[in-house]
Each structure stands twice: as C-alpha cells, then as structure tokens.
C-alpha cells in the first residue's frame, strides 16, 4: 500500500488550490425530460405503490420508480444503482430526502422492465436491494442518523433499529392503505440531526445515567468552565478532588438535576454518558412537518422508555406496529397521526394504543410545560 | 472468511428491507478481491474492522468511536468530521476513520457518470461505505485516514468540479425539495435559489465565523417536504397571493368517480365514493370553500394556503399565479433549551432571480449581524430570538410588525416601552411631584 499523491504539494497548500466552488450545478444532472420541462408541470399521479407519473403542460411524462435504501451505502451498491440507471434511464437518477431512490423513465413501457430489474436484485442475505414503494398514504423510509456505526455520542443504533421496524412495516411500505402518509424516523441521541422531533413517528435514542467523571483526565482534556456553562440544568459545578492522594480539579454533578442531554459530554470527553443499562429508546408520536389542514406539530413523547435490545429491538418494532395498526383503524381520511391524536384526544389515545401512562411523560422542563396540563373541565374518562 | 465473527450483526440479513450488513459484507469481499487492481490508500480490511466494532457495539450497547479530533483540509474550518475509534488495537483498520462531507447537488440529481466519478475516488482513498444522504443533504463519506484528506480534496476540487460541505459553526450545506423540476405545487425555483445562496455565501459554509451552526432549508411549497419548518434556522417556504387556479371541468370529473383523489394515494383501502364536500370543502381549515350546485368557488381572500384541496384535486387545482416565498427562522431541535418550529418573519418576498434575490439576501444577512452580535457561543438563532424577544429579530431586520407575526397577541401587559414612546420621556422631577402628592 504505497502513498499514492494526488498532485497535491503539503510544503505548498496554497499551490493551485482550488476552493469555494460549492457543490455541482443542479441542471447538469436534471433528466431530458425534466430539462424541458421544468416549472410546467401540471398534475401527477401513483400509478401503483411506489410508481408516479408526472405529466408536464407539453404533454410529456415522466415515470418514476421509487425504492427504499438503506442510507448507509457501499459504493458497490452505488455502482449497481448506476448499472440500472445506464441500463433504464439514460444514466440519471435522484434520491429523495428521505433517503429513497428514484429510477426516471420518459415513457409507460420502460416501466415493467425497470421493475421486473429492480425486484430481481436481493443481497446475498435475502433482502431486496430495492423494494419498489413509499408514496401516497403509506410509509416511505425511515430517515436517521449514524448510530453506533459512526457516532460518538448516540444511546442507541442507526441502521439497525431502522431495518427492524422496516422490516415489521415492509407491508405499508408497498401499500397505501392507511388514511394519510405516516413519516417514521429515528436519532439516535437528542441531538437529533434530523426533524425527528416533527415525525408521525419519532424512534429516539436516550441516555439515563449522568455522566461518568474521569477525574484523572478530566482537567487535561477538557475546558472545565466550558463543561460546566454547557449543563442547561447548572447541575455541574467545579470540584477539587482527591485522586490516589493527589488534589486535582475536576467537575461534581448533581445527579438530580442531570436530565441526560449528554451536552457535558459534546463538550468534554471526560464525562461520558453512555451505558447498557441506561441507554435505551423514547418512542415520540403526533408530529408532522406538513402545513396541510392543521400547522406543523412537535411528536410527543408516548413511551418514556425501551431498552436497547440489538440486534431486531422487538420491543421497540412491537410498540411501532400496535400504534400504526391503531391509526389505520381508527383515523379518517387525510388525518395524520397526530391530528388523529388529537381529534380523539390524549386520553383515548393511550386507551386505543394500549400505552401505559406514567409520570415521564407529563412536562416539567420550564414555562411551556405548564401550557401542556389540562385548563378545562372539558376532559374523557 | 470474516475476519471478525458477528452473530448479531447477521440477524439483520433476514427479512425484506435492505440490509445494510448484507451490504457492508459485499464491501468488505469487493475490498479483499480488488478486482480494479486499486493502490488501496487506506487499509484492504477497513470495512471487516467495521463490522466487528459495530458488532462489539451490539453486544456492549455502546458506541466505540471517540469525540472528533480537529482534522480538516487547509483554508477549511468544516467538511470534515474528525473521527477515532476506542479500540483501535482489536479494530486497526478504523482506528482514524474519518467522515467528509461532500456538498450535494440541488434535488440530489445525479449523472451515473458522476457518481461512478465518485465511487472511484472513494474505493481508492477511503472505506467505500457513504450515506446516502445525511440529514442535513451531504453526501456523507463514511471513513479515511488523515493523510487522504487533502489528497480527496484535491481530487475532488480538481477533477470533478466539487466541493466539500458544512460542518461545525458554520453555515451548514443547504438543502432543497425536488420543487419545480418535477412537482406541480413548487410556488418558486428551490434548486435555483438554493444554488445561489450557496455559492453566495461559501465562505460563510467554509470558515466558521458564527456562534454555532446554521441552516437553510427551500421548500417549494408549504407541504414542506424538506421539513424546513422544523428543522433549518431560516427556512424559504414558497407560497402566493393571488387565486387558487380552478379547472371547472376537472373538479367535476373528480366528483364525477373519474379521477382519482389526492393522485391516487389512498388506491390502498376502499374508502369509498369520493365525497367533495367532506374530503374538501369540510376538511378546509378556513372553510372558504364551497361547492354549489356542482360549481366550486373559493373565497380566496380568506384562504391560508395550508394545500389541502391542491393535494386533494391537483388536476382541478392549482397553486396561484403570484408566487414567492414565505421566510421563517429559528427552528431547530431539541438541544437544549427544546425544540423550536421556526417563526414566520417574512410573510412574502418576491424570488427575483434579476436583481440576484437582493431582498431574500438583504434578510440573511440583516440576520446575521445581529446574530454574530449578540448571540452567545452555541446559541442558535431560534435561541437568541427566545432570550431577545421577537422585537428585537423585527429591529435587527428592519421589519414591520404585522398581525402575520404571531397566532395572537400577547394576554400579558408587561410591554418593554421605550422612552421615546412615551410622551414626556421618563425623566422626572420628585420635587415637582410632591408639589401635589404629599409624603
């Protein structure tokens, strides 16, 4: 494995650098069709679950087949996407943002072939490398962060909570029988790099411990008044403390007041949080990003708790499954989860849902909580 | 032959969905093999060291990568995303496995021929594992080792006309919905205005200069399908103002059973004969609609634009003539101080791609001045705007108040007054005073 040079100069940097240059220009990858037509679209239609068509003022179509993937991807798999992509559809192609893929083809005929290729393909475990679905009133990808594959701070996995609950939801992923889209996703820490906080579905990774303190390093490797400025709860103040006969500063929690946002930690290594036990999964409920019929809602918490319990969280995909076949039965038409939630209210939900209500899951973190209690008489039993 | 065995790991083989260990287990067989004869520049067995720490994550419940050292390419302060591993002698091939982000191209359309670009440069000088996407839009590049950096840049700044993205305290790569490249309802050009602010504002996305991150998030259409509302600190929701397009005849044909509702996306379940009066006109937040005598008429004065109908009707209806965007800050997710939507500030602008988007660029950078002031290190906007008060973002930005600016007003009366609003100013003589009020 020799050192291959770019024609990069590292006694140079600055020698024929390129920067700045953002990234490609949308238009270069645009399909024919869409070239010509874009801003003139008129209507579009799913034809089948997973297979649009949009019709443009010209009267050209564009056929679309969307499949799910895993986001986390190997450049094996790219090259297969761009194989089919050369074979069907003149070498362009998109993903969606909520990582699907979407084959593009100019005319209804090119469509069978298309599918009948990406039905055929399966990875040597057995799974569909792309299953054909996720549109209209059904369930698309799940969107999600890194997880334990990548991540330094998460209290649960990425990719395989999300293939297990896919896996338990595959159906509605091919089907669109429930009454509105249901958008599931997952973070795996609060941190939540992505609108799981707005999901019909939140899938949240959470710690419960406060953190460890490793007072030999603590000073060395951290800004302790950093550390302590990061606490939203002031539960860290500074400390001196004896190390095998040595004072040393460090920091001391007052672990009543941790409410296990694990920001101590984003800023100082030396207070990690993560643990078997107390790390585990909040399922979130009711939210949506949509301003269809009512404006966009923050998802509520629902389950205060679920263990981690790799490889398939059956737990977690159970709790998912119950409340989606809940929504299917008893929602209207057009009526996303939460404004389902809230139609029949709380209360019900939780009896419909077969959810235990416990004390977690009233609010105490500052001023809005107190709009969440109850104000009126109005109220079921 | 594995080189690590991962009985949990292969449990997630089975079943319908993608599987992503299947997938990391062709990489790792396409790494060994080497079929393209590649100087591998960083470690065959990566991949296989890969799937063997994620596997003792299985079984402990807990991660194994460090925080992120400060690693990046010269000029930058983002893009890169320092990454080391906790068990670097059972897992060599990790041990420095760093992530780059690559900025992704508006509507994440791709050229085969730019993707294959890609998958090269990164079989050669990394892992080969990506995600496809991130959840802020990059393409992520899972994996490599210090001394590629600048070698992938190079590549990359050289030889496919690309550049990295956002990370750190920066202005964070901007996303975009697919809007009027192939979707009906997009009120503005996402791709376009998109494209423009990001090369406007490179050095902001490159060199942190900010108290903390900061996101822009194009959204065509108010059914937000980048989810910008929630989660960008200025989001560009495009709009209009004029009348929702009626086609009389098609409306008809909806009522009529002859073409499908909401394009089609309950075809799933029997839910019987399409009932306009109580799919539409009772389900409108506003009820500004009615259907009489087989004719619908829209009250559009009085219409909030929440898309209900459109989606329900779209070859019926259409979004109106005169369009724009609708921009909303402070959004963001819950750390720390809980999540916020973002606020609407400017109910409409124009997107005029002639005078090079002035007034949209005008609020931005009105914004963050003010931000850059004031805002305290890892202070979001949203939050700054909750420790400031709302007045403050209409005075840093120059904006009128109007009713749009909030759901009601407030039901407190503990007003800020300044002293220039109040008549006479508040200096005020006590001796004058107790000429009339006795001690």
């Known amino acids: 494995m020799a050192f291959v040079s770019s024609g990069y100069n590292p006694d140079k940097p600055m020698e024929n650098r390129i920067s700045d240059i953002g990234p490609r220009k949308f238009d270069e990858f645009y399909p024919e069709v869409i070239k010509n037509n874009k801003g003139k679209w008129l209507y579009h239609e799913i034809l089948e679950p997973g297979i649009l068509v949009h019709v443009a003022e010209s009267g050209d179509k564009i056929y679309t087949v969307r499949c799910g993937g895993a986001r986390l991807m190997s450049t094996s798999l790219i090259e297969e996407i761009c194989d089919i992509a050369d074979k069907h559809c003149d070498g362009k192609l998109r993903f969606t943002t909520r990582n699907n893929i979407e084959f593009m083809v100019d005319s209804e005929d090119k469509i069978a072939p298309l599918k009948q290729d990406l039905q055929s393909r399966k990875f040597a475990?057995?799974?569909?490398?792309?299953?054909?679905?996720?549109?209209?009133?059904?369930?698309?990808?799940?969107?999600?962060?890194?997880?334990?594959?990548?991540?330094?701070?998460?209290?649960?996995?990425?990719?395989?909570?999300?293939?297990?609950?896919?896996?338990?939801?595959?159906?509605?992923?091919?089907?669109?029988?429930?009454?509105?889209?249901?958008?599931?996703?997952?973070?795996?820490?609060?941190?939540?790099?992505?609108?799981?906080?707005?999901?019909?579905?939140?899938i949240l990774g959470y710690h419960r411990k406060p953190p460890l303190l490793d007072h030999e390093y603590l000073d060395k490797m951290c800004e302790i008044p950093l550390a302590i400025a990061a606490c939203p709860t002031a539960a860290i103040k500074p400390a001196k403390v004896d190390f095998k006969g040595t004072e040393l500063k460090s920091v001391a929690v007052n672990n009543s007041r941790c409410m296990f946002c694990g920001n101590c930690y984003t800023m100082c290594p030396s207070m990690?949080?993560?643990?078997?036990?107390?790390?585990?999964?909040?399922?979130?409920?009711?939210?949506?990003?949509?301003?269809?019929?009512?404006?966009?809602?923050?998802?509520?918490?629902?389950?205060?708790?679920?263990?981690?319990?790799?490889?398939?969280?059956?737990?977690?995909?159970?709790?998912?499954?119950?409340m989606v076949e809940a929504y299917a039965k008893n929602a209207n038409k057009y009526e996303r989860f939460g404004e389902w939630a809230e139609r029949i209210g709380w209360e019900r939900f939780f009896d419909i849902c077969e959810l235990e209500f416990t004390h977690h899951l009233i609010d105490d973190f500052r001023d809005p909580a107190y709009y969440t209690w109850r104000q009126t008489t109005q109220f079921k039993f | 032959m594995a080189k690590h065995k991962t009985p949990l790991l292969d449990q997630l083989e089975s079943g319908p969905w993608p599987s992503f260990v299947s997938d990391l287990k062709q990489e790792a067989e396409k790494r060994a093999k080497n079929k393209k004869g590649l100087e591998l520049q960083i470690p065959v067995d990566v991949v296989e060291d890969l799937l063997g720490v994620l596997e003792l994550s299985y079984k402990h419940g807990r991660t194994h990568w460090k925080h992120g050292g400060i690693v990046g390419v010269f000029g930058y302060g983002?893009?890169?995303?320092?990454?080391?591993?906790?068990?670097?002698?059972?897992?060599?091939?990790?041990?420095?496995?760093?992530?780059?982000?690559?900025?992704?191209?508006?509507?994440?359309?791709?050229?085969?021929?730019y993707l294959r670009q890609l998958c090269n440069l990164w079989d050669f000088r990394g892992s080969g594992i990506t995600n496809m996407h991130g959840s802020t839009g990059d393409i992520i590049l899972i994996g490599t080792t210090t001394p590629q950096l600048e070698e992938i840049f190079f590549e990359m700044s050289h030889n496919m006309n690309q550049d990295l993205g956002g990370s750190g305290s920066n202005l964070r790569t901007p996303a975009d919905c697919i809007g009027q490249a192939r979707c009906e309802f997009a009120c503005y050009d996402t791709q376009a205005l998109c494209y423009d602010l990001t090369m406007e504002y490179q050095d902001e996305l490159h060199r942190p200069a900010f108290p903390y991150k900061f996101k822009f998030k194009f959204d065509g259409c108010p059914n937000c399908c980048v989810a910008s509302i929630a989660r960008a600190d200025m989001s560009f929701i495009g709009t209009w103002k004029d009348d929702i397009r009626i086609d009389a005849e098609a409306v008809k044909a909806y009522v009529g059973g002859e073409i499908k509702p909401n394009g089609g996306a309950h075809a799933?379940?029997?839910?019987?004969?399409?009932?306009?009066?109580?799919?539409?006109?009772?389900?409108?937040?506003?009820?500004?609609?009615?259907?009489?005598?087989?004719?619908?008429?829209?009250?559009?004065?009085?219409?909030?634009?929440?898309?209900?109908?459109?989606?329900?009707?779209?070859?019926?209806?259409?979004?109106?003539?005169?369009?724009g965007l609708s921009i909303f800050v402070g959004a963001k997710a819950p750390i720390l101080d809980g999540a916020q939507m973002g606020s609407l500030l400017v109910p409409f602008v124009e997107v005029n791609a002639d005078d090079d988007y002035r007034a949209i660029k005008d609020v931005v950078e009105a914004v963050w001045d003010w931000w850059m002031e004031d805002g305290k290190n890892r202070e979001r906007l949203g939050e700054l705007i909750k420790r400031q008060g709302f007045q403050k973002l209409l005075e840093a930005t120059g904006i009128k108040p109007v009713p749009q600016h909030v759901k009601e007003p407030r039901s407190n009366p503990y007003i800020f007054w300044k002293e220039e609003e109040v008549e006479g100013g508040w200096e005020r003589d006590i001796d004058a005073f107790r000429k009339d009020h006795m001690r």
């Open chain 1, 272 to 322: 990690p949080l993560a643990d078997k036990e107390g790390d585990g999964i909040v399922i979130m409920a009711g939210g949506k990003v949509s301003n269809r019929i009512s404006a966009p809602k923050f998802s509520k918490v629902v389950v205060a708790f679920i263990p981690n319990e790799p490889p398939r969280w059956p737990q977690t995909t159970t709790v998912i499954k119950n």
């Open chain 1, 125 to 202: 475990g057995g799974s569909f490398k792309f299953p054909i679905g996720g549109t209209g009133a059904g369930i698309t990808n799940i969107v999600h962060t890194q997880g334990w594959i990548h991540c330094h701070t998460p209290a649960t996995d990425g990719s395989g909570p999300v293939k297990a609950t896919m896996d338990v939801l595959f159906d509605d992923f091919q089907d669109m029988r429930l009454p509105a889209h249901l958008r599931v996703s997952l973070a795996c820490c609060l941190n939540m790099c992505g609108a799981v906080h707005c999901s019909d579905i939140a």
């Open chain 2, 268 to 323: 799933g379940r029997d839910w019987g004969k399409f009932d306009i009066q109580k799919e539409v006109i009772g389900l409108c937040p506003t009820g500004c609609m009615k259907y009489e005598n087989n004719k619908l008429t829209i009250n559009n004065r009085e219409c909030t634009r929440c898309m209900h109908c459109i989606n329900a009707m779209p070859r019926a209806l259409r979004i109106g003539k005169e369009t």
């Open chain 2, 78 to 113: 983002g893009g890169v995303i320092g990454r080391y591993n906790d068990q670097p002698t059972m897992f060599p091939g990790v041990a420095h496995f760093h992530t780059v982000r690559v900025a992704q191209p508006g509507g994440k359309f791709y050229s085969t021929e």
